[in-house]
């Protein structure tokens, strides 16, 4: 039997606000967490506020520039506004004089229609190109592979902006958001030095990278924190009368679970990416077994009719969006949506009524912590 004073599940950006903030006031944590879920996704940029552990864990890993400097280019050809974005992407001001440039083989990035429609909307001139790496796969690059690539040898595509730079005499260059995985900042570092110019990426589409880096930052901080990690997924809770006694957790690399017992139990699997609520013929949560709602209809999810859940023709967001576990005012699940247990709380987008998006995720991880230890 493993024995922790908190035991959290989920390894998202509601999970690890929760993680660091308990670790912080003197708790003994240990993070159950399976494959990366929805935080994995992020464009680069995210609204709302940013607790302070979280902001100063990211911009210690150079992946946060708290003041963004006007809207950042999307390569759907919007310009977004966001409270927070990496710095790679702060550093992608669309301005006159600046050159958008793309990568032959990397097609969802179309520099010529994207410095048309960012400048449109910004009431800027831009320029575009595009430049071709050495050894370029026939079918084209994946982003994984060719952000791989730039961090394994920055030097052909140094060589390949500094033409740019010096044939279209551009200000500024933006880029598609591949400029390595761990090492973003400093590829940035020697681009800008080899060019002369300053360097950023767009924001980006899935699959992508900067949602890798956030999920690798992340990591990193719970291992700076002490926090124990484990990789597995969480099979089953054992409930005795309104307590959680023991989670029997299934690691990575084993077939047989082990019991893990803590004092309290945080539940932060996100929604549908990271596996918070799942379908078999009902919408359930898998763990401890609570009962979905679509809370803004008042209704458990199974007993909404399935042509509001998804009615295309709406002025707000889908109830889908929206539906997920109880909780009390003190953040406690309900398992049944009436009597909560009294040592597992939920946060993120586990919950109904939460809306997407990393601030408010993480915001709501740290409340929860904050709410359970006053209890």
């Given at each position: 039997m493993q024995r922790t004073d908190l035991l959290v599940i989920g390894g998202g950006i509601a999970a690890v606000a929760a993680a660091l903030e308990a670790r912080a006031r003197g708790l003994g944590v240990t993070v159950v967490k399976r494959a990366p879920g929805a935080t994995a996704l992020?464009?680069?940029?995210?609204?709302?506020?940013?607790?302070?552990?979280?902001?100063?864990?990211?911009?210690?890993?150079?992946?946060?520039?708290?003041?963004?400097?006007?809207?950042?280019?999307?390569?759907?050809?919007e310009l977004?506004?966001?409270?927070?974005?990496?710095?790679?992407?702060?550093?992608?001001?669309?301005?006159?004089g600046a050159c958008v440039v793309g990568i032959e083989g990397l097609p969802a990035f179309r520099p010529t229609a994207l410095a048309r429609?960012?400048?449109?909307?910004?009431?800027?001139?831009?320029?575009?190109?595009?430049?071709?790496?050495?050894?370029?796969?026939?079918?084209?690059?994946?982003?994984?592979a060719l952000a791989r690539a730039v961090e394994l040898d920055p030097?052909?595509?140094?060589?390949?902006?500094?033409?740019?730079?010096?044939?279209?005499?551009?200000?500024?260059?933006?880029?598609?958001?591949?400029l390595g995985v761990d090492s973003t900042a400093q590829i940035r570092e020697?681009?800008?030095?080899?060019?002369?110019?300053?360097?950023?990426?767009?924001?980006?589409?899935?699959?992508?990278?900067?949602?890798?880096?956030?999920?690798?930052?992340?990591d990193r901080a719970l291992a700076e924190a002490r926090v124990n990690v484990v990789d597995g997924r969480v099979a089953d809770a054992t409930i005795e009368r309104d307590r959680c006694s023991s989670v029997a957790v299934v690691r990575a690399d084993a077939d047989?679970?082990?019991?893990?017992?803590?004092?309290?139990?945080?539940?932060?699997?996100?929604?549908?990416?990271?596996?918070?609520?799942?379908?078999?013929?009902?919408?359930?949560?898998?763990?401890?077994?609570?009962?979905?709602w679509v809370d803004h209809l008042g209704e458990r999810f199974e007993e909404v009719d399935p042509v509001v859940?998804?009615?295309?023709?709406?002025?707000?967001?889908?109830?889908?969006?929206?539906?997920?576990?109880?909780?009390?005012?003190?953040?406690?699940?309900k398992r049944d949506g009436a009597d909560a247990l009294a040592n597992v709380w939920a946060a993120g987008c586990v919950?109904?009524?939460?809306?997407?998006?990393?601030?408010?995720?993480?915001?709501?991880?740290?409340?929860?912590?904050?709410?359970?230890?006053?209890?």
């Open positions: 992020s464009h680069g940029g995210w609204a709302g506020p940013l607790p302070e552990r979280i902001a100063h864990a990211l911009v210690q890993q150079h992946l946060v520039h708290v003041d963004p400097s006007g809207p950042l280019p999307h390569p759907d050809g977004r506004t966001y409270d927070f974005a990496a710095a790679s992407h702060a550093a992608a001001r669309v301005e006159t429609m960012w400048g449109d909307a910004a009431g800027a001139e831009l320029a575009s190109d595009v430049i071709r790496l050495p050894d370029t796969p026939a079918t084209g690059w994946a982003p994984l030097a052909p595509l140094e060589a390949a902006l500094r033409d740019v730079a010096e044939r279209t005499r551009c200000t500024r260059i933006i880029l598609p958001a591949v020697r681009l800008e030095t080899g060019t002369g110019v300053p360097a950023g990426e767009a924001l980006a589409v899935t699959p992508s990278i900067p949602g890798w880096r956030l999920q690798r930052a992340l047989r679970p082990e019991q893990y017992q803590a004092e309290r139990y945080l539940l932060a699997t996100g929604r549908y990416v990271g596996g918070g609520i799942v379908a078999d013929r009902v919408f359930a949560e898998p763990v401890f077994g609570a009962a979905v859940l998804t009615d295309p023709v709406r002025l707000e967001e889908q109830p889908l969006l929206r539906a997920g576990v109880r909780v009390d005012s003190a953040h406690r699940l919950r109904a009524g939460v809306p997407g998006g990393l601030g408010t995720a993480a915001e709501d991880g740290v409340r929860a912590v904050t709410l359970m230890l006053e209890a």
